[in-house]
């Protein structure tokens, strides 16, 4: 069974930082697609960034970019220049095609201003 | 462009009662996805509907749980009756279409906080 692995239940961060949260993944499906999802107070779920396995470039939009590292089934977030508005919990997820998708328990993230 | 929709935000009920969960997707929206998520967990899917059919509801817990989308627009969820493990918070979320590869982003609703007591 696919199961998504977050060890780090809270995090914290000061201001302008960066942070790294981590995910690793066990599957043994060669083709799958990775997530990870914000989840601010309001428990709006919005998805911040996608990694399909089959690309070895690393996925970044804007202050976030991961570390896909697929012989390790690693998948870690990296938050550059950390905004109080990152202050949610942050999900890690995984899909194969034409399957849900499954999330990891989270990672409470703090920004300390 | 307005948001998933979701009623009531919360609701607190005794175990063995009845409880129904509103969701209205964004317009144009086929796929629409109930989740449920406990405390400290992640989002695990109930169902999902395209259009107004069921596409997955294998992890549903059908003697109790059921939901429909009967004219492929707006949902419930109904509970009945509700376990005390039913307490969780429960998120509605649609996209425009459903894609095997993953490319189409789920847009999700605030959640309705379900507790039982």
């Known amino acids: 069974a696919q199961t998504v692995t977050q060890s780090q239940p809270e995090m914290s961060v000061q201001e302008a930082e960066t942070v790294t949260l981590s995910c690793t993944y066990d599957?043994?499906?060669?083709?799958?697609?990775l997530f990870w999802y914000k989840q601010p107070p309001s428990r709006q779920m919005i998805l911040v960034i996608r990694q399909e396995a089959y690309k070895q470039q690393n996925a970044t939009e804007n202050r976030f970019s991961v570390n896909f590292q697929k012989a390790a089934k690693s998948f870690s977030l990296k938050i550059s220049d950390s905004q109080l508005g990152d202050a949610a919990m942050y999900f890690c997820?995984?899909?194969?095609?034409?399957?849900?998708?499954?999330f990891g328990k989270g990672t409470r993230l703090h920004i300390l201003p | 462009e307005a948001g998933v929709a979701q009623s009531p935000r919360y609701k607190i009920i005794e175990k063995r009662q009845s409880v129904a969960f509103w969701c209205n997707p964004i317009?144009?929206?086929?796929?629409l996805y109930w989740y449920q998520q406990i405390l400290g967990q992640g989002p695990k899917l109930l169902i999902q509907f395209q259009n107004n059919g069921v596409v997955d509801d294998s992890q549903l817990p059908k003697d109790r749980f059921s939901a429909e989308r009967l004219k492929g627009v707006d949902s419930t969820l109904k509970i009945q009756p509700a376990k005390l493990e039913d307490s969780a918070v429960y998120l509605c979320?649609?996209?425009?279409?459903?894609?095997?590869?993953?490319?189409?982003?789920?847009?999700f609703g605030p959640g309705t906080r379900l507790t039982v007591l």
């Open positions: 997820a995984y899909r194969i095609p034409d399957d849900k998708i499954i």
């Open positions: 599957t043994s499906e060669s083709d799958y697609y």
């Open positions: 979320a649609s996209s425009f279409s459903w894609t095997r590869d993953g490319t189409d982003t789920q847009y």
């Open positions: 317009s144009g929206h086929a796929t």
